[in-house]
C-alpha cells in the first residue's frame, strides 16, 4: 500500500496508459490495479464500455470526452470497444494513496459504487487529462510544474466526486523544491536499467540515506523503490508499442530482475500483463 499525503508532485507517480486511434471495433480489455483509482477518457470519438463491478456487468456508450471514474477495487474488469472509426481513448492510473490519506484525514470513506462514476465534464477535467497525455512520454522536465498544477485540479475533482471537501494543499518545507525533484526524477529516468540505490540519490542532494527516504516520500507520496517501479512501468508502456522486442529483453532494459519480476510488477500497477497489454493496444494507426 503507498503511503502518502497530497503530494505537489502526484504526476510523478501516476501511470498513463494512452491507447492511438484504432478501426471500428478494435477493443482494449484492462483488469483493474487494486492499488490504483482509475480516470479513463474518451479522446476521440465514442466507445461502447463494459464494466464487470461486483460480479454485475454495466454496459454504456462513452462520448468523446466524457470522463469516468472507478474508485480503487471497485471493479475487476473494464472493456473499451471502438464505436466509431478510430476511437481513441487514455486511462490515468493513481495510486490509492493519494486519495486515501486525504480522504482520511477529512473523516469521509469515499464511494465505492458504479454509481459514482461521472457522466458529464463541467469542470474540464477532460482538458487536464489531455494534457497529461500529451506530455506523459516527453522527457523535457521544464514541463513538470505546469502538469503538477493539471494534476492538481484532478485530484480535487475525484475527492469532490467522492463527497470529500477541499483538501489543504500548500508548500511544505519538508519536501524537495520543484527543481531538486526535478533533477532527481530526470536522473531515476535515465538509470532505471542500473536501479539507483537510496545511497547513490543521496549523495546527489547531500542527504543521509534515511533523511532523503523519508523526503523523498513526502515529495511523491511514494516510497522510492515504488517510484522507480512506476516510472519503469510507464517506460514499459511506449517500449511494448514495438512488436519486435522481446518482454524479456524489455525487461532487461528496464532494470528488472527478469520477465517474471517484471509480469509481475506490471500486472500489479495495470492489472493486466505486458503480453496482454501489446495484444489488446495492437497497432497505431495514421
Known amino acids: 500500500m503507498d503511503e502518502a499525503r497530497l503530494s505537489r508532485f502526484p504526476h510523478l507517480s501516476w501511470l498513463v496508459v494512452a491507447c492511438p486511434a484504432h478501426p471500428l471495433g478494435h477493443t482494449h480489455v484492462f483488469r483493474h490495479g487494486v492499488q490504483n483509482h482509475w480516470l479513463s477518457c474518451s479522446l476521440r470519438r465514442s466507445a461502447t464500455v463494459s464494466v464487470v463491478c461486483e460480479g454485475k456487468q454495466h454496459r454504456f456508450t462513452a462520448a468523446e470526452n466524457t470522463v469516468r471514474y472507478a474508485p480503487a477495487r471497485s471493479c475487476e474488469q473494464i472493456v473499451i470497444r471502438a464505436g466509431e472509426p478510430y476511437h481513441a481513448f487514455a486511462v490515468l492510473l493513481i495510486p490509492d494513496g493519494h486519495l486515501r490519506k486525504c480522504v482520511n484525514e477529512e473523516g469521509i470513506e469515499p464511494r465505492a459504487e458504479l454509481s459514482g462514476w461521472m457522466r458529464s465534464d463541467p469542470h474540464g477535467l477532460a482538458r487536464d487529462i489531455r494534457r497529461i497525455v500529451e506530455e506523459s512520454s516527453e522527457c523535457d522536465t521544464s514541463s513538470f ?142
Open 145 to 286: 510544474a505546469e502538469k503538477d498544477e493539471v494534476a492538481r485540479r484532478i485530484i480535487l475533482r475525484i475527492l469532490q466526486v467522492n463527497g470529500c471537501g477541499t483538501p489543504d494543499w500548500h508548500d511544505d518545507a519538508s519536501v524537495f523544491d520543484r527543481r531538486t525533484m526535478n533533477n532527481l526524477v530526470e536522473y531515476v529516468d535515465a538509470h532505471l536499467k542500473i536501479s539507483p540505490s537510496l545511497s547513490d540519490m543521496a549523495m546527489l542532494v547531500g542527504l543521509s540515506p534515511s533523511h532523503f527516504a523519508k523526503k523523498f516520500r513526502q515529495s511523491t507520496g511514494l516510497s522510492f523503490h515504488r517510484l522507480i517501479n512506476r516510472r519503469r512501468i510507464q517506460a514499459a508502456l511506449e517500449s511494448l508499442t514495438n512488436p519486435s522486442q522481446p518482454l524479456a529483453h524489455i525487461a532487461l532494459e528496464l532494470g528488472f530482475s527478469s520477465q517474471a519480476h517484471f509480469t509481475h510488477v506490471f500486472s500489479g500497477l495495470t492489472g493486466m500483463t505486458p503480453a496482454n497489454y501489446r495484444k489488446h493496444r495492437g497497432p497505431t494507426v495514421g
